[in-house]
């Protein structure tokens, strides 16, 4: 069964601190990995998308890596701010079209002052 | 552009009711998808649409419909409530048809149902 798995569940750092989250899949190899962002009370936003070729992909303090070896992606989130507070989903696409997008339970991330 | 809107932003009913959610894609996107998000399952595919056409679906019991307009604006409907139901369920839009796995799916902010 494919599936994704994001640690840690949660994680709490203080503001300006880096921090990196992981995702696991089985998914292989698959049309493209994700990660969202979350606000409380919000819909997903997009942050990054790699292809299975892909390795790192960057977005401001957001940089997405990819391990096809060991099947494993982390999001790096580099100085953080308040506005970090979130959850981080990772989203793996399998290649054929009528397989289903795979959603892990995202991290819950909480940034302190 | 205009974002993904859904309406009702909340909703509250009770077990046994019926309930029609509405989703507004962005201009241009002609595909829709659905989804349920509780805090014990993280976010789980219901059905997507393209071009009024249910052309993937999730594990969800027959309950569970969507349909797709004309204009590319879609509803989702769940009979018989039941108290499991309540979650923020989800509509997100793309440009293309399904089989482009390299879009970026846009969210819309969700409706909240609560099923008392």
């Known amino acids: 069964k494919n599936q994704v798995e994001q640690s840690p569940q949660s994680l709490i750092i203080l503001e300006g601190k880096n921090c990196t989250l992981q995702?696991?899949?089985?998914?292989?190899?698959?049309?493209?990995l994700r990660w969202y962002k979350q606000d409380t009370g919000r819909g997903p936003v997009s942050l990054t998308i790699?292809?299975?070729?892909?390795n790192t992909k960057s977005n401001g303090r957001y940089t997405a890596t990819l391990d096809a070896d060991t099947k494993q992606s982390s999001l790096h989130i580099t100085a953080s701010q308040l506005s970090d507070s979130a959850s981080y989903i990772c989203?793996?696409?399998?290649?054929?079209?009528?397989?289903?997008?795979?959603f892990g339970k995202g991290t819950r991330l909480h940034i302190l002052p | 552009k205009a974002g993904v809107t859904q309406t009702p932003r909340y909703l509250i009913k009770t077990r046994g009711q019926q309930v029609t959610l509405s989703c507004s894609p962005i201009?241009?996107?002609?595909?829709v998808s659905w989804y349920q998000q509780t805090p014990g399952q993280g976010l789980q595919f219901l059905f997507e649409?393209?071009?009024?056409?249910?052309?993937n679906k999730g594990n969800f019991p027959g309950r569970f419909s969507g349909r797709q307009f004309s204009n590319s604006r879609s509803e989702m409907n769940v009979s018989t409530l039941e108290l499991g139901d309540s979650a923020l369920y989800l509509c997100?839009?793309?440009?293309?048809?399904?089989?482009?796995?390299?879009?970026?799916?846009?969210f819309g902010p969700g409706t909240r149902l609560l099923v008392l």
């Open positions: 995702c696991n899949y089985t998914v292989s190899p698959f049309s493209n």
């Open positions: 790699m292809t299975f070729s892909e």
């Open positions: 649409y393209f071009s009024e056409t249910q052309r």
């Open positions: 997100a839009s793309s440009p293309g048809s399904p089989g482009s796995r390299g879009e970026t799916q846009y």
């Open positions: 201009s241009g996107h002609r595909s």
């Open positions: 989203v793996v696409s399998p290649p054929l079209t009528d397989d289903k997008i795979i």
